[in-house]
């Protein structure tokens, strides 16, 4: 497809202008020469018609949950009800300054607190920040808090304890927040190799970040010892919230003995992905970790009524961002959680628990298990029987796509023995028990069509806008915008 | 449920297939102290009307701010939005999709994000773009980690007049990394040259210089960039009112290395702070080093133009803790926004949008000083956002203008606590205004 | 101007190519006298901004109506709308697309008429169903042409009751073609059956009765029908409130030949009156003479199911002046918002909302009555809408209830100036409404 | 495309019931049993997810302006700017009850106000109704007007004289009004024959319903000698402004004589078609003409300062629908006319009509032209050198889509002697140079497709989501809902 450069015209505008344009003031007499560009930036020169053609049939070229099943595993890619984006863009919200004096802004702050008290009773934690922006910023921040707790309690722990299983993020986190990754290793159930974990936990280590159901979906048979390993030795549990669709109502991580949680609002709270963001990443922390928050932290003046933003005081890690949050991910959150209330929160984790094992029983004959036994929200299966074919994960999953279905996630977990040969499969609860036979069905076929006719699956996808992409190429020959497209025809002429 | 299709039969019949006689079989590694047995103690569902009205009944509670044209930015500037952008980003497929990691369902993604990278470098004059960190804030603080790895070096210079939440957040980032940070203070409103010459040295890593600065100062790039390269550091620029590079020089023309550019003003709402999005941008050679999610441009298998995330190898997914940060969701629904927004504007409206805030805001500043409520802080070069010195109390006029459906200006003071700012206001000003409005809040004030 | 991509320069270029060497050559044939030699004397060009607030400030000179429930329907009532509707209907296929002339490029459009004709036949109980006619009181003009040709004869009967302005359609649509229009008055709420006996003859072709009628009424329908039927007349049922289908008896069990249906409680806001849409339903064998577009299932080349608009041999674009109806734009994409919200609501919902709508308006009824302060009218059976009796001042009682944003009801003696109503007020009761402001409005009142 | 019936499961829902259902009131004690319904009409079951999926796979297979070209002759498929629509869903307007007292709808009323006198600027007309829902609805509107205007005068005047290539709607809404109606010929430049006209004309004859450019695009050149001979005989003159597209800022059917005039506001005022409406076909008239108006028509009250709706007194023609107009749509309207202001409304008819010459003179060498001279707004072209190969317009529309254009209208105009092989081409102002000369390529291609390989038109749509439809099989076999479907599947058992 063309790019809007492409379609650029001289002359042409999008935008318009009111009659008033102060042309009595000489903003070059304001500015010194040096500072003022004396070319207009070229961008571009088309119309709104030609925009609003661009862009429509861009998104064509995308395929969202609205499509059809999106089964993502570790992903949550359930549906994003419509009235939550209504709420989110009231004009009382959208238009709200964050400097603006909090009695302009009682009605967001209200909304922030109430939502503060619904994640703290569905996760068993006392006190949440909004600020972090993603889940991996809300697993820095979290990182942060612990770090910060050991430095005021006068300890020196810079090792960080991380299952083979978890997802990048988490080492990655850890190690942004100055922490030596120490990897566990999994059984060959999928869960933490409890006696690895615990010849590894010691006074210098800050402690776990554990996902649960892990990031292979499994629940951790373990989790009571788990956490008495760690905080035996005075070390601080972390739970990976971004599974918690398996745990609503079931299960409470701050019951557990989790210290720190992240959660993925953008997952279990139905928030929309957008192409990968925006979504929130909020944090909650039991009482003990309260002063490490970052600051402010939103509070109610019960004497005055009246909602404020609080300065978490000097223990507090700081600011994480700019401003107290995303705050329209926040209001669709306080929406979804609203419309389910308690039976429907847990209707939500149990109907995705038992879509995933349906999934797994049906498919289990074809594409073997990475680990036999009932899964959470999520399965887990492999391809290892098509190696012989020549096929991959990643050809079942391009052939899919023919099929009218988004793959499943392919290149996690990537731990062995089942290093790019795993299938993760999350069929959230907004998806029907006939979507589920139809992508049982088409994986099955899939399956004799990888004895049968590999070659289609190597091909694939074959009914998709664009056809399989060069990755190599994008990295050999870089080509990041439309000025190097040109640079580089220049120099094949 | 409405959000939950299949019945209580149907889930009967799975059980059954699964080879379950109940749903708690399939839980049996929760251990059985940890399962609640009871409802979670949350208000019962609402029905969508319920839910509606509850929610609108605390919007409510909220200033009208539609109708409140602020007169504050401090790194979030109510620009106008042309329906047109707002309307195509409703469209389910930007919004409803995941990170785009098959390219061959996700090439509206992909391409938005490439067309965006394209905007932003002939607006920044940078080579690499990288097209979603959350905000100006976590950018800025990536921007100094980058450099940090860049040079191997370990201090980073810092102007005192970057906006107080982005210093904050690069000192919770780099605070577990022994950095050693030195503040440049404030001079006529701009970052003091004088002093950086005695600190620069073969340990700093990067200089981070906010221009228009916090206090809405143009700073002097340029020089900056000299300065700083003398000692093979790196140059760091942080744009919090991208609007700005509608008539400024581009930072890729003053020799800075690294910028990190909130884009809020192209086509976001304020809303309370977030989400907003950011850039950051980059020469060629320091692309390895880079954070995030980059679109490149291929080839597909039927040899056609095709778009998918590349120089994945920094990220956390194939790299973990080695990678160049842990981002992985970001606010790539913004880069769509920004995308769309600045096609719409192009060429001439990015620049007369840009103009017109510089006119209209120094329209204003002439205007309130003639006034004679009002008093010059600072000499220096501005564009839309100005200090200013007001002769009156400040609460009365907040209360003015709060009357009249005017947003206040920023009162720096409790963000700056100093002296010389205890009765300074920050005014922003942008496109939204006309001239009757700037004339009238004249006047209210006079 | 952005609306008009083509620019100047493009525009030389292609006056060029045709061979001009001015525009004016082109228009020759419209005579100089009549051309126009100075521009239009209108308002200069607006900026969208200031086009939104312009408009948005007219907005602002209504009452604000999201916040005040209306207790008054008469044909148009507020019910609540899904946002899962009004987002899918933001869809540009939907909506800016034309009639679908080319099936190929229309299935979108043709299903969706196919699903809204399914479900009204459900409802009504009838076979043919025509999807769009443009409101309650053009379809009911409609059905009147449409019984006139089906029986060639040449009176209508008409019960006084039926809604007033579909009333005086009637009369303006039948003004040219000599038919004796005769009115059943009210008896007790219903309409008078009664004289109807006399009345009836071999020369009339339909009676015309609404129910739930304009003051709330259900009406005897099979008793009507049956009467009709003796004389070989057709019996039209008349629909202002869809929503009553929900639990009332459809028309097709009680020997209606004609339905003329009001589905703006389907899915569409009040919007001052428009648009709404009607259906037209009758039996099969009546189809050639019923006016409308319809679309039937028919199979494409490659053997699936396809759909296109069918019996277009009543049209007007292939009849002319001998076709069933001049109708050619509708109200399709209100077929459409019907059609996504019956989805939406399904068997149960459509049951349960009329069921809601029929007890919250007793419960009120029985409150009011309860309170001393209003009477009974009538004894009849009605189903979310009742005519009562205010003892105090109408004027008063419309001051308390707006001062407490409620929309007052119906006062009907202006449009139906009988002594009788001179303090009759109709009220319309849905499910927006709760308990709370049921019992609210009754303490306001009392 | 499976209806949403077939994704109908027993128990699932898609709405949602507030908790108080007032279930102590029995509504059988209160509404008789004979009038309720024993069983819940069976409609369908399926959830929130299932509908946003059906209907935005529906939406999918629709082409709308904003895919591309959609150049439909005597249709004015403009671009639909989006702050109209915007505006129009304000919820002071969309919530806005008919019937609420006039000072709770004083913003509505002055929009409609307002709007009355653009219109009558831009036309030249005295007064506007805003009842009509669309063109054909105005056009019966319109001549039950005229109809009055002559009872009013006791002049018996019963016929109607309408060109041959008029709109089928002006003959359809003239004998709706009770006129018997008289073709009258076009000569063979396309034009009203004005002998024929004169010939016509008589005491009896109401006047003229003319559209002017007429539906093939041409300025009718005797419009002053028409004006004359209908005016002469006391005739009334309808304009038919389907067409206004040419005419914006260049030519006021007020000024030529026209006592009644109809604009369809959703073909030159940029109003959404809606895939078949909700438009609007407001009705303008001249001062002799208003008081048969139909009820009411909105005035101001200079002296109390407000907005109200008046009633149009004993000539009015009555009501012609409930309520006042299609509000909603009138919005859109206002918006756009202050949006383009004088100079861009000309521009707009400027820009159509040099576009449609632009089409006319690029193709006339591909598709003969009906008329050898210059256009107006659309221009109208033959495929009668394709008969040969067994091509007829329809098959090149349909080949059309293959290129991914939306086809001009090609059943219309059906009148000798270009009957079925016309093609009538619209390019209004919203479509760029660059899109009607890939739309001209096209053309040009499909040309020496017709000559080559005829099979390929033949059998074309090829890419569309459908194929080529079978209307008759729709009529000999009609099933018009789902229920017919599963009947007939029934017998075929
Ligand atoms: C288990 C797990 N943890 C953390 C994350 C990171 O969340 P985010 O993408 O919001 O940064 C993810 C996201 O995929 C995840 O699956
Ligand atoms: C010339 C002409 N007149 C009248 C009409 C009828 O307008 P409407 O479809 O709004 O009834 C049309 C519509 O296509 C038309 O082209």
């Known amino acids: ?93 959208t238009h709200a300054h964050p400097l603006a004096s909090i009695k302009m802004i009682q009605g967001s702050l209200e909304v922030m607190y109430q939502l503060n008290l619904l994640l703290c009773e569905i996760t068993g934690m006392d006190q949440y920040t909004m600020a972090p922006a993603s889940g991996a910023h809300g697993e820095l921040t979290g990182n942060l808090i612990m770090r910060q707790y050991f430095v005021d309690h006068g300890e020196k722990r810079t090792k960080m304890l991380i299952p083979d299983s978890a997802h990048g993020t988490n080492p990655a986190s850890a190690a942004m927040a100055g922490f030596e990754v120490i990897e566990i290793k999994s059984t060959s159930n999928g869960t933490v190799d409890l006696d690895a974990l615990q010849n590894a936990m010691d006074e210098h280590t800050v402690g776990l970040m554990l996902t649960n159901p892990n990031t292979v979906g499994l629940y951790d048979g373990g989790i009571e010892s788990i956490e008495r390993i760690i905080h035996q030795k005075g070390g601080l549990l972390y739970y990976d919230g971004a599974n918690l669709n398996a745990s609503l109502g079931i299960m409470r991580p701050g019951d557990v003995g989790f210290d720190v949680v992240h959660l993925n609002l953008h997952k279990t709270f139905s928030t929309p992905h957008g192409g990968g963001g925006p979504g929130a990443g909020v944090i909650g922390v039991k009482e003990r970790l309260i002063p490490y928050l970052p600051t402010p932290i939103i509070d109610y003046n019960a004497n005055e009524k009246y909602f404020y933003l609080k300065d978490n005081g000097e223990k507090s890690i700081g600011m994480v961002r700019s401003f107290w949050g995303n705050f329209a991910v926040l209001v669709k959150t ?15 984790s149990k109907t995705s628990i038992i879509n995933a094992n349906y999934v797994l029983k049906k498919l289990k004959k074809y594409y ?32 899919l796509m023919d099929y009218g279905i988004h793959p499943p996630t392919i290149y996690f977990p990537h731990f062995e023995p089942y290093a790019e040969e795993t299938i993760m499969i999350e069929p959230p609860e907004s998806e029907s028990k006939e979507n589920l036979d139809e992508f049982i069905n088409v994986m099955i076929q899939i399956s004799q069509e990888a004895e049968s006719n590999p070659e289609i699956l190597l091909s694939a996808p074959h009914n998709t806008p664009i056809g399989k992409t060069d990755d190599v190429l994008a990295v050999t020959k870089p080509i990041l915008t439309y000025d190097d497209e040109l640079r580089s025809i220049e120099q094949e002429k | 449920m409405r959000y939950i299709p299949s019945t209580e039969k149907q889930q009967v019949e799975m059980l059954k297939d699964i080879g379950v006689s109940c749903f708690e079989d399939l839980i049996q590694n929760v251990p059985k102290k940890f399962r609640l047995d009871k409802p979670l103690n949350l208000p019962p569902a ?68 490439f067309e965006f990278q394209s905007f932003i470098a002939r607006l920044t004059k940078m080579d690499v773009i990288v097209p979603s960190i959350f905000d100006g804030a976590s950018a800025t603080a990536e921007a100094a980690l980058m450099a940090l790895r860049l040079t191997h ?43 950086l010459e005695q600190i620069l040295d073969e340990s700093t890593a990067a200089l981070i210089v906010q221009s228009p600065n916090f206090l809405g100062g143009i700073e002097n790039l340029s020089q900056f960039s000299e300065m700083v390269h003398q000692k093979k550091a790196l140059m760091i620029d942080i744009i919090a009112e991208s ?45 390895r080093q880079i954070p995030g999610r980059i679109a490149g441009e291929t080839k597909d298998a039927r040899g056609n133009r095709a778009f998918v995330m590349t120089f994945r190898a920094r990220e956390q997914d194939i790299r973990r803790e080695k990678a160049t940060s842990n981002m992985c969701t970001n606010h790539n629904l913004n880069v769509v926004a920004a995308n769309i927004y600045l096609s719409l504007m192009g060429t001439e409206g990015i620049y007369q949008y840009a103009l017109l805030n510089a006119k209209m805001a120094h329209y204003l500043e002439k205007k309130l000083l003639k006034s004679g409520k009002f008093e010059k802080i600072f000499n220096y070069p501005y564009f839309n956002e100005f200090l200013i010195q007001y002769k009156g109390e400040i609460e009365e006029l907040n209360q003015i203008l709060s009357n009249h459906h005017f947003l206040p200006p ?20 942008t496109e939204i205004f006309n001239r009757n409005e700037l004339d009238h809040i004249t006047s209210i004030l006079s």
Chains 1, 4 share one sequence.
């Open chain 1, 1 to 93: 497809m063309k790019l809007i450069f492409e379609k650029s015209i001289p002359g042409r505008d999008g935008f318009s202008l009111p009659s008033d344009l102060f042309e009595e003031i000489e903003i070059d007499k304001d500015i010194p020469e040096d500072f003022l560009d004396k070319n207009k930036k070229n961008l571009v020169e088309v119309s709104e018609v030609d925009v609003i053609r661009h862009f429509t049939k861009l998104s064509k070229l995308n395929y969202g949950v609205d499509d059809g099943l999106y089964p993502l595993g570790s992903c949550t890619m359930k549906y994003n009800p419509r009235i939550n984006e209504k709420m989110a863009s009231l004009g009382q919200f």
């Open chain 2, 243 to 287: 609007m700005s590079l509608g008539i400024l020089k581009a930072p890729g023309d003053l020799g800075v290395d690294i910028v990190a550019g909130n884009v809020q003003s192209f086509g976001m709402d304020l809303n309370l702070g977030g989400p907003y999005n950011a850039f950051l941008a980059t020469k060629k050679q320091y692309i």
């Open chain 2, 153 to 195: 070096r370990n201090k980073i210079i810092i102007s005192k007049l970057i906006h107080p939440h982005y210093l904050k957040t690069i000192y919770t980032y780099l605070a577990p990394h022994h950095i050693e940070i030195i503040e440049l203070p404030c001079q006529d409103g701009l970052t003091q040259m004088k002093q």
């Open chain 1, 334 to 348: 306080y929406a979804w959680i609203l419309s389910l209330g308690p039976e429907y929160l847990y209707q939500a």
């Open chain 2, 410 to 429: 920023l009162a720096v003071y409790p963000l700056i606590p100093e002296k010389k700012y205890e009765n300074a206001l920050l005014f922003a000003v």
């Open chain 1, 368 to 399: 073997k298990p990475a680990y036999d036994q009932y899964c959470g929200h999520e399965c887990t299966l492999t391809g290892r029987e098509y190696k012989k074919y020549n096929i991959k994960t990643l050809h079942i999953a391009k052939r």
């Open chain 2, 46 to 113: 609402l029905s969508e009307l319920e839910l509606e009205e509850k929610i609108t009944n605390l919007a409510k509670k909220n200033t009208d701010f539609y109708s409140t044209k602020p007169l504050i930015g401090a790194g979030a500037y109510r620009h106008f939005i042309p329906e047109a952008q707002k309307s195509l980003l409703q469209r389910e497929e930007f919004w409803t999709c995941y990170t785009p990691y098959q390219p061959e369902l996700s090439q509206g993604t992909l391409q938005s994000m």
